[in-house]
C-alpha cells in the first residue's frame, strides 16, 4: 500500500481501509507481465550479516554466485513492513529487490518516479531487516526491457520512513483523504470509477449544476458486463472452462463469458451447478433468484464488502430522525418531479389540474416534517400520476384472443397487486422487481446494507434501502419500460394468461419484456447535475455512492437525479 499512498492517499485508502479494487487495463497488463515472478521459485540464502545490518559495511565476495528468488513474502516487524518481493537477486550477502513493471522507464533524471522508488525502497528495508546487506535495488520495466537502479540513500529511506508514518496516521484519523483535483493521475486509475474525484470535488464546492465539461467522465459510459437471465423450467447453469453454460436435457443452449456477466439471474425451476455457484462467488458475480412470476426472492453472493465504515454510517444514520428525514424528503420529491415529467412528456391530455397537483405534492414533500406524513404525501401523489397513467399508453390496441387471456386489453385504471390483476400492473410489479433486484445487488457492491433504509423502515426480508433508491428513477426506468413495450408492440394482450385473480407474462413474452427492460437500463442519459453522458445502469452506481458520500460528510447533500 505504500506504492498506492505515495500515488494518492485517497487511493490507499479506498484499497486498504475500505477493501475496493477494481481491474483496468493496466492492472491487467500488469498481472500479465507477472504472470512469471508471481510464481515462487528458487531459494534465497540464510543472510551472513546480522539482522538490520547496512550495506555500507557488506565486504565484497570473490566471484560470488548469483541466488535468484521469486515471489519472496518478508516481513519486518520494526519497521512494520511486510512485502511480496517479485525477485531477489543475492550475491555474496548482498541482497537487490527487482520489482516488475509492465510500462517503459520515464525520461526523467530519477529514472522513475517517486511511487515506484519509494516501494523498492521499501522492500530494501525489509531485507535489511532479516539481515541481507541491501544499497540499492533495480526497477524492471517490461515495456522498456531494462532495468532502472534505485540508489537506497539517506534521502529515499527518510522519505519512505515519512510516507510511512503518514500512511498509518491517515488509516488510523479514519477521515478519507479528499480527491485530487483535476490531477494527471485520475483517468489511468484502475478506482477511478469508485473514488468519483471530479464529482465528489464538484459537490464539495456546492456547484450544481455545473458547466459542460466541467466534470470529466473518467469512466466508460456502459457497462462491458451484463446480466443473464434463466427462465426455462429444467434449465442447469453450469461451468464450462471461463464460461457460464446453460443446459436444456443435457444440450447447451446458451453460452456466456464470464468477464462478460455481471449477475446469473435464476428464474423458477431452474438450477446452478456447484461448480459454477463457486466460481460466480470467487468472481464476485451475484446469483439471484426469482420465482416463475417475477418475485425476487433474494441473492447469493460472496463474503460481502469489506467497507466497514461505511456500514457503520449507514447505521448511525438509519437511527438518527434528522438524516433519515433529509434522505427521504429528496427521495420523495425527486420522485415526485420526475412522475410530473413523464406525464408532460408522454400523456398530451394531462389535466393542468394533475401537473399543478404534482408540482404542489412535490413542495410538499419537501417540506415535510415526518416520515408519516411523507409517506401520505407520496401515496396522493401517486394517486393523481396513476391516474393519468393510461394516457400515456397508445389507444386501440386490439383485444386478447387466447384461451388464457380472453378480453385482456392494455387499458389501465389503477394500480393493483399482490397480485397484478391486469396485463399493465403485471408488467409493471414485474419491472418494479427486476429494478429492485438491480438496486439490491448495487448497494451491495458498494458496501451498503440493502436491507436498512432510511425512508422504507426495517421489515424482515425487505431491501429497504433498495426500495429507497428506487424512487426517484421508478418513473424513467420501470414505468417507462412498461410504456415502451405496450407503445412499440413489444408484448400484446395474447401475451398474457390469467390464474385466479391473478395476471402473467407468459414465458415468452417475460423473456421479451425483460429484454426491454434491460435495453432501458442500457440507454445512455445526460447526468442533470454532471452533464456527462452515461447509461442508466452506471447511473445506479453513481448514485449509491454519492450517497456513501453524503452518509460519511465528504459531501453536503445527495445530488437529485431529475429528468428534463
Given at each position: 500500500?505504500l506504492?498506492?499512498?505515495?500515488?494518492?492517499?485517497?487511493?490507499c485508502?479506498?484499497?486498504?481501509?475500505?477493501?475496493?479494487?477494481?481491474?483496468?487495463?493496466d492492472t491487467v497488463?500488469?498481472?500479465?507481465?507477472?504472470?512469471?515472478?508471481?510464481k515462487?521459485?528458487?531459494?534465497?540464502p540464510?543472510?551472513e550479516?546480522?539482522a538490520?545490518?547496512?550495506?555500507d559495511?557488506?565486504?565484497?565476495?570473490?566471484?560470488?554466485?548469483?541466488?535468484?528468488?521469486?515471489a519472496?513474502l518478508?516481513?519486518?516487524?520494526?519497521?512494520?513492513?511486510?512485502?511480496?518481493?517479485?525477485?531477489?537477486?543475492?550475491?555474496?550477502?548482498v541482497?537487490v529487490?527487482?520489482?516488475?513493471?509492465?510500462?517503459a522507464?520515464?525520461d526523467?533524471?530519477?529514472?522513475?518516479?517517486?511511487?515506484?522508488?519509494v516501494?523498492?525502497?521499501a522492500?530494501?528495508?525489509?531485507?535489511?531487516e532479516?539481515?541481507?546487506?541491501?544499497?540499492h535495488?533495480?526497477?524492471?520495466?517490461?515495456?522498456?526491457?531494462?532495468r532502472?537502479?534505485v540508489?537506497?540513500?539517506?534521502?529515499?529511506?527518510?522519505r519512505?520512513?515519512?510516507?510511512?508514518d503518514?500512511?498509518r496516521?491517515?488509516?488510523?484519523s479514519?477521515?478519507?483523504?479528499?480527491?485530487?483535483?483535476?490531477?494527471?493521475?485520475?483517468?489511468?486509475?484502475?478506482?477511478?470509477?469508485?473514488?468519483?474525484?471530479?464529482?465528489?470535488n464538484?459537490l464539495v464546492t456546492?456547484?450544481?449544476?455545473?458547466?459542460?465539461?466541467?466534470?470529466?467522465?473518467?469512466?466508460?459510459?456502459?457497462?462491458?458486463?451484463?446480466?443473464?437471465?434463466?427462465?426455462?423450467?429444467g434449465?442447469v447453469?453450469?461451468?464450462?472452462?471461463?464460461q457460464?453454460?446453460?443446459?436444456?436435457?443435457?444440450?447447451v443452449?446458451?453460452?456466456?463469458r464470464l468477464?462478460?456477466?455481471s449477475?446469473v439471474?435464476v428464474?423458477?425451476?431452474a438450477?446452478v451447478?456447484?461448480q459454477?455457484l463457486?466460481?460466480?462467488?470467487?468472481?464476485?458475480?451475484p446469483?439471484?433468484?426469482?420465482s416463475?412470476?417475477?418475485w425476487?426472492?433474494?441473492m447469493?453472493?460472496?463474503?460481502?464488502?469489506?467497507?466497514?465504515?461505511?456500514?457503520q454510517?449507514?447505521?448511525?444514520?438509519?437511527?438518527?430522525?434528522?438524516?433519515?428525514?433529509?434522505?427521504?424528503?429528496?427521495?420523495?420529491?425527486?420522485k415526485?418531479?420526475?412522475?410530473?415529467t413523464?406525464?408532460r412528456?408522454?400523456?398530451?391530455?394531462a389535466?393542468?389540474t394533475?401537473l399543478?397537483a404534482?408540482?404542489?405534492?412535490?413542495?410538499q414533500?419537501?417540506?415535510?416534517?415526518?416520515l408519516?406524513?411523507?409517506l401520505?404525501?407520496?401515496?396522493?401523489a401517486?394517486?393523481t400520476?396513476?391516474?393519468?397513467?393510461?394516457?400515456?399508453?397508445?389507444?386501440g390496441k386490439?383485444?386478447?384472443k387466447?384461451p388464457?387471456?380472453?378480453?385482456?386489453?392494455?387499458?389501465f385504471?389503477q394500480?393493483?397487486r399482490r397480485?397484478?390483476?391486469?396485463?399493465?400492473?403485471?408488467m409493471?410489479?414485474?419491472?418494479?422487481?427486476?429494478?429492485?433486484?438491480?438496486w439490491?445487488v448495487?448497494?451491495?457492491?458498494?458496501?451498503?446494507?440493502p436491507?436498512l433504509?432510511?425512508y422504507h423502515?426495517?421489515?424482515?426480508?425487505r431491501?429497504?434501502l433498495?426500495?429507497?433508491?428506487?424512487?426517484p428513477?421508478?418513473?424513467?426506468?420501470?414505468?417507462?419500460?412498461?410504456i415502451w413495450?405496450?407503445?412499440?408492440?413489444?408484448?400484446?394482450?395474447?401475451?398474457?394468461l390469467?390464474?385466479?385473480q391473478?395476471?402473467?407474462?407468459k414465458d415468452?413474452?417475460?423473456?421479451?419484456?425483460?429484454?426491454?427492460?434491460?435495453k432501458?437500463?442500457?440507454d445512455?442519459?445526460t447526468?442533470?447535475v454532471?452533464n456527462y453522458?452515461?447509461?442508466?445502469?452506471?447511473?445506479?452506481?453513481?448514485?449509491?455512492?454519492?450517497?456513501?458520500?453524503?452518509?460519511?460528510?465528504?459531501?453536503?447533500r445527495?445530488p437529485?437525479?431529475l429528468?428534463?
Open positions: 500500500m506504492n498506492e499512498y505515495a500515488y494518492c492517499p485517497r487511493l485508502w479506498m484499497e486498504w481501509v475500505e477493501g475496493e479494487f477494481a481491474d483496468s487495463a497488463e500488469g498481472t500479465f507481465q507477472h504472470r512469471r515472478v508471481d515462487e521459485g528458487g531459494t534465497l540464510e543472510p550479516g546480522e538490520g545490518g547496512e550495506a559495511g557488506a565486504a565484497p565476495v570473490e566471484d560470488p554466485v548469483v541466488s535468484q528468488a521469486r519472496v518478508l516481513s519486518a516487524p520494526a519497521l512494520g513492513l511486510i512485502a511480496k518481493i517479485d525477485l531477489v537477486e543475492e550475491q555474496g550477502g541482497a529487490p527487482v520489482d516488475v513493471k509492465r510500462g522507464a520515464p526523467i533524471p530519477e529514472g522513475a518516479y517517486e511511487p515506484e522508488r516501494q523498492v525502497c522492500q530494501g528495508l525489509i531485507l535489511r532479516n539481515g541481507f546487506a541491501c544499497d535495488g533495480e526497477l524492471y520495466f517490461a515495456k522498456s526491457r531494462r532502472v537502479r540508489e537506497l540513500n539517506e534521502t529515499l529511506v527518510a519512505t520512513r515519512e510516507l510511512l503518514a500512511m496516521a491517515m488509516a488510523a479514519g477521515v478519507k483523504p479528499p480527491p485530487l483535483d483535476g490531477s494527471v493521475k485520475c483517468p489511468r486509475c484502475s478506482l477511478v470509477g469508485l473514488c468519483l474525484p471530479d464529482e465528489t464538484t456546492g456547484e450544481t449544476p455545473v458547466e459542460e465539461d466541467r466534470v470529466r467522465r473518467l469512466v466508460p459510459a456502459r457497462d462491458d458486463a451484463l446480466p443473464l437471465y434463466v427462465q426455462k423450467h434449465a447453469v453450469g461451468k464450462h472452462g471461463d457460464i453454460s446453460v443446459k436444456m436435457r443435457g444440450e443452449v446458451q453460452e456466456s468477464f462478460e456477466t449477475q439471474c428464474f423458477g425451476g438450477q451447478s456447484t459454477a463457486q466460481e460466480c462467488l470467487s468472481r464476485g458475480i446469483v439471484l433468484f426469482f416463475t412470476g417475477g425476487f426472492y433474494g447469493t453472493q460472496g463474503l460481502g464488502h469489506k467497507n466497514v465504515l461505511l456500514r454510517a449507514q447505521y448511525a444514520g438509519a437511527v438518527d430522525f434528522t438524516t433519515c428525514l433529509q434522505v427521504a424528503r429528496d427521495l420523495v420529491n425527486v415526485i418531479l420526475n412522475c410530473r413523464m406525464l412528456r408522454n400523456n398530451p391530455e389535466p393542468d394533475a399543478r404534482l408540482k404542489n405534492y412535490a413542495d414533500a419537501a417540506g415535510a416534517e415526518s408519516e406524513s411523507l401520505g404525501i407520496e401515496g396522493m401517486a394517486k400520476y396513476f391516474a393519468c397513467f393510461n394516457g400515456m399508453l397508445k389507444p386490439a383485444l386478447g387466447t388464457e387471456g380472453p378480453g385482456f386489453t392494455f387499458q385504471e394500480r393493483n397480485p397484478p390483476r391486469d396485463p399493465v400492473n403485471a409493471l410489479s414485474l419491472a418494479y422487481a427486476l429494478f429492485a433486484k438491480d439490491t448495487t448497494l451491495a457492491s458498494v458496501g451498503f446494507d436491507y433504509g432510511f423502515q426495517p421489515r424482515y426480508g431491501p429497504a433498495a426500495l429507497d433508491m428506487m424512487e428513477f421508478r418513473p424513467l426506468i420501470p414505468d417507462s419500460t412498461v413495450a405496450v407503445n412499440n408492440g413489444v408484448v400484446t394482450p395474447d401475451d398474457f390469467r390464474r385466479g391473478a395476471v402473467a407474462l415468452d413474452a417475460r423473456r421479451k419484456f425483460i429484454l426491454a427492460y434491460e432501458r437500463m442500457d445512455l442519459v447526468h442533470p454532471f453522458r452515461i447509461s442508466y445502469r452506471r447511473v445506479l452506481e453513481v448514485q449509491a455512492r454519492l450517497l456513501a458520500r453524503t452518509l460519511t460528510g465528504e459531501i453536503p445527495l437529485a437525479f429528468t428534463r
